[in-house]
Structures are given as C-alpha cells and as structure tokens.
T-cell receptor, first 116, second 110 residues
C-alpha cells in the first residue's frame, strides 16, 4: 500500500494561468474525491468519482474547474484562468466502497496552490 | 458548505491530560468519522462510528455519538506531544460525499 500520492506538492502560478494537478489513488480503491482546504478551515468537498464516472460536483466548483478520472485510475484536476481566490490546498482522497465493503477516506498530502 | 462544527476551535493542554472535542452536524447521517491533520499534511482517519452506535473505543480514543442531538465527541486520554494536530469530524450525506467540520486545533504541551 503506497498510499495516495499527489503531484506537485506546491504550485505557484500567475493569475490567469491554467494549472493541472494529479492524484494517484490507492490502486484497489474505486472512489476518488477532491477537496479544497483554506487556512484554518476544514476540507470543502469539490467532486468525487466512482471508478471513471464523476458522480457529484459541488456548487463550489465553478466552470473554470474540471476533473477527470480516465480509466478509473489516476485523476486530474484542472483550474483554468486562475484567480487569487483559488489559492488553497487541494486534497485528493480515495476509498473502497461496495455492497459489503466500506473504507474510510485515505488522503494524499495535497497540492498547495498559490496564485499571485 | 460545511456540515459540521467542532468545538472548541482551539485547545491547549498539558501532556498526560485528557482532551475532549465536540462536533455538531446538521442533517441525518449514516456514520461519523474523526480525522487528524498534522500541519501541512493530509488527513489521517482515526475512528468511525455508525449511526446505530453510541460509543466506540480505539486505543486512547473514545468517540460518542448522540443522533438525537446531532452531536459527537472525541476523547483522547493521556495525551502526548505527538497528539498535537487539528482534528476534524466528517459526516456522510445521502450523496456519499463526506462533509468536514471546521476543526479543533489541539496543542499538547510537553
């Protein structure tokens, strides 16, 4: 079990640029979640996938945000035309969920985005 | 939006003392979980309690759940400096996403 990995750990970008983050979940996990966390706050739900299907998106996720999970393995989160308000820690988590199976969320260490 | 709120927002105790933090939430849940987060890191799962359970233990952790009051508490006994972290409760809503509270920042002074 290598855990959930996220890349990059840190990203500094100028306002208006596009950025893309990658998450590699635990290999046997079928669910993958994206959260955003600002300083002093708890993680805010953005979206989640069951295998390759994106099942739910938060209203927080504007049209500038898009997430994919091709082939139900790794996932990418892209932010277009970044704004200073997008500065935050972006956390990925995975879990195994089924009829008789339930696991808690396993988090990566996050990607910290700073928009200047 | 965040489902839960932890109380207190910050807690400072001496090593060896017990730490209690509370979580209140708004809607019906299937289960409630507690997570720990060290500074600059991801969250680590501590314990899960199902909606039909009232109390659960894991090592030095004790969790209670009162669904009538929509609240839960996490007790850490015999605290250690290594317990210094932020603690969050998370509830699963009907849509299977997990909502986190605002967190309690615990400082254990050696």
């Amino acid at each position: 079990d290598t855990g959930v990995s996220q890349d990059p750990r840190h990203k500094i970008t100028k306002r208006g640029q596009n950025v893309t983050f990658r998450c590699d979940p635990i290999s046997e996990h079928n669910r993958l979640y994206w959260y955003r966390q600002t300083l002093g706050q708890g993680p805010e739900f953005l979206t989640y996938f069951q295998n390759e299907a994106q099942l739910e998106k938060s209203r927080l996720l504007s049209d500038r945000f898009s997430a994919e999970r091709p082939k139900g393995s790794f996932s990418t989160l892209e932010i277009q035309r970044t704004e200073q308000g997008d500065s935050a820690m972006y956390l990925c988590a995975s879990s195994l969920t089924g009829l008789m199976v339930y696991s808690p969320l396993h988090f990566g260490n996050g990607t910290r985005l700073t928009v200047t | 939006s965040q489902q839960g709120e932890e109380d207190p927002q910050a807690l400072s105790i001496q090593e060896g003392e017990n730490a209690t933090m509370n979580c209140s939430y708004k809607t019906s849940i299937n289960n409630l979980q507690w997570y720990r987060q060290n500074s600059g890191r991801g969250l680590v799962h501590l314990i899960l309690i199902r909606s039909n359970e009232r109390e659960k233990h894991s090592g030095r952790l004790r969790v209670t759940l009162d669904t009538s009051k929509k609240s839960s508490s996490l007790l850490i006994t015999a605290s250690r400096a290594a317990d210094t972290a932020s603690y969050f409760c998370a509830t699963d809503a009907a849509g299977n996403q997990f909502y986190f509270g605002t967190g309690t920042s615990l400082t254990v002074i050696p």
